[in-house]
Nanobody, 114 residues
Framework: QVQLVESGGGLVQPGGSLRLSCAASGSIASINVMGWYRQVPGKQREWVAHITSGGRTNYADSVKGRFTMSRGSAKNTVYLQMNTLQPADTAVYYC????????WGQGTQVTVSS
């Protein structure tokens, strides 16, 4: 079993920054992909970014150039640095880990508003 715990969400003004963290624990395969998704009420969950166990990253077009995903020195921790935030970035952000199956965290709210 794998547990994912996100932190770092909150309220920020447009143009501001936030950094989300996700710590994974449990029986984690050495080869995995960790990702961030987001969801607003009434809409499908949307992929934001992912990072492979080898460190390769990929981003949705809507966040490319503004968001950066990285792994911590403890490989089972990932971060999402979000810069130049816009109201359209408001959502619940979920951490995911994909190995033999997909695991999800409980989500953290990000609100971008003046």
């Amino acid at each position: 079993q794998v547990q994912l715990v996100e932190s770092g969400g909150g309220l920020v003004q447009p143009g501001g920054s936030l950094r989300l963290s996700c710590a994974a624990s449990g029986s984690i395969a050495s080869i995995n992909v960790m990702g961030w998704y987001r969801q607003v009420p009434g809409k499908q969950r949307e992929w934001v970014a992912h990072i492979t166990s080898g460190g390769r990253t990929n981003y949705a077009d809507s966040v490319k150039g503004r968001f950066t995903m990285s792994r911590g020195s403890a490989k089972n921790t990932v971060y999402l640095q979000m810069n130049t935030l816009q109201p359209a970035d408001t959502a619940v952000y979920y951490c995911s880990l994909s190995s033999s199956r997909m695991y999800w965290g409980q989500g953290t709210q990000v609100t971008v508003s003046s």
